[in-house]
């Protein structure tokens, strides 16, 4: 069983900053690629940010330059930096996380309930 959570979203002026958090827990081997998706109202879920196990990261061209996507390799823990926040950033954000559990089953993504991101204009 592996447990994914999420925390750090609010209500942030436009302009404004905020920081998310996602811990992955459980029973976990090896954790490859960690990320953030976003939905928001009446629109697809889109990738935010991707950041692979060797460090290499992908970004929407919508945050790049805004957003910034570390992790702790310890805690098996992401962030995402979110500055210079925009209404049309308004959006439940979604972590994931690709795990294998055991030497013997195929990684999958293990994915957090979602966290609000409200943006103010």
């Known amino acids: 069983q592996v447990q994914v959570v999420e925390s750090g979203g609010g209500l942030v002026q436009a302009g404004g900053s905020l920081r998310l958090s996602c811990a992955a827990s459980?029973?976990?081997?090896?954790?490859?690629?960690m990320g953030w998706y976003r939905q928001a109202p009446e629109k697809q879920r889109e990738l935010v940010a991707r950041?692979?196990?060797?460090?290499?990261?992908n970004y929407a061209d919508s945050v790049k330059g805004r957003f910034t996507i570390s992790r702790d390799n310890a805690k098996n823990t992401v962030y995402l930096q979110m500055n210079s926040l925009k209404s049309e950033d308004t959006a439940v954000y979604y972590c994931?996380?690709?795990?294998?559990?055991?030497?013997?089953?195929?990684?999958?993504?293990?994915w957090g309930q979602g966290t609000q991101v409200t943006v103010s204009s």
């Open positions: 994931y996380a690709e795990v294998a559990t055991t030497r013997w089953t195929t990684r999958r993504d293990y």
């Open positions: 459980g029973n976990i081997l090896s954790i490859y690629d």
């Open positions: 950041l692979t196990s060797s460090g290499r990261t």
